[in-house]
């Protein structure tokens, strides 16, 4: 087994399509990432062939830099992701990093287990084949009756470059509900990547909702999404939603991921996505390997407080 710099996009995404990757290993999303962070990228090749990739952004904190690995190292050998999180750490002893974070798709075994995760160790995904009127016979009652009333009402759906708007919205969004967001640039950015998409709900000439989508292979990811809370009673985030999907079917994806759910931590957001169905999946533990250990610990005491403070 070797284990390089990525040499191939093409190779790259395509080893990630055909065996059940993410976007967030994606060369796109990597290209993206590194306009705000540094970027590396490691495959696995054996025989000339591509069987593991992992991707690593540098992230920063108060007691240095550490390196965090989302949705990898993937590969469907055990073996190979092993391989592919040494070489990550064996970049961190180099570059001085203070740990690598893993929260891979499959399962590790070696490092210790991870004490915070950034992205969602379970989300929902629904299988979307089917005719978009079968697929809403999926939801339940509440949310079927929202779509209806909200179109009703006369709200509609429609693909747009309007991030301004978009951005208002999240901005009200984050004041009310009190979370940190990227700024509107950010989004500018985001919306240029090929496989990204805006979609907006309209009421009488204004925007009241919006959704960020993402496509990757065969699934559709939910990204972001604002709401006007005064306009809230109209319903368009249900209708927004079914008509995402409507979309995705049009690029021939098979699933629609919900992106996160967590009944402990967001128990009203989780119960709104679990309304429009899907099947539950739960990914393995984060993993870590510690480098400089007593900047490590820091970090792991500092979170923890900011953890308790929420």
Request: glycine share 8%.
């Amino acid at each position: 087994m070797e284990i390089k710099e990525y040499k191939s996009k093409k190779e790259w995404d395509g080893f990630l399509i055909e065996n059940g990757g993410t976007f967030l290993q994606s060369i796109l999303w990597g290209d993206f990432k590194n306009r705000y962070q540094k970027v590396v990228r490691l495959e696995a090749r054996e025989n000339g062939k591509i069987t593991g990739v992992c991707q690593l952004f540098n992230e920063k904190s108060y007691f240095g830099d550490y390196y965090y690995i989302p949705h990898g190292p993937f590969s469907k050998k055990e073996e190979v992701r092993e391989r592919l999180f040494l070489a990550a750490s064996d970049i961190g002893k180099k570059e001085k990093k203070i740990f690598v974070s893993a929260e891979p798709l499959q399962s590790l075994k070696i490092g210790k287990r991870s004490f915070f995760r950034i992205q969602p160790q379970k989300t929902l995904i629904s299988n979307i084949e089917d005719e978009p009127e079968e697929i809403k016979e999926g939801f339940s009652k509440s949310t079927r009756y929202n779509i209806g009333y909200a179109e009703r009402k006369g709200v509609i759906t429609t693909k747009s470059g309007d991030v301004d708007s978009f951005f208002k919205l999240l901005k009200e969004t984050k004041t009310r509900q009190k979370f940190n967001s990227y700024p509107k640039e950010y989004f500018q950015d985001l919306l240029e990547i090929s496989n990204t998409e805006l979609v907006l709900a309209v009421y009488n000439g204004k925007v009241v909702a919006g959704i960020i989508l993402i496509y990757f292979g065969e699934t559709v990811s939910f990204l972001h999404s604002a709401l006007d809370y005064n306009t809230r009673n109209l319903k368009a985030a249900a209708l927004l939603r079914f008509d995402s999907i409507k979309l995705a079917k049009e690029k021939n994806c098979k699933f629609y991921d919900f992106w996160g759910i967590d009944e402990k931590k967001f128990p009203g957001v989780t119960e709104y996505k679990k309304s429009f169905g899907g099947s539950e999946v739960k990914y393995p533990e984060g993993r870590s390997i510690a480098i400089n250990n007593l900047a490590y610990g820091g970090y792991k005491f500092l979170s923890a407080i900011k953890e308790k403070i929420r």
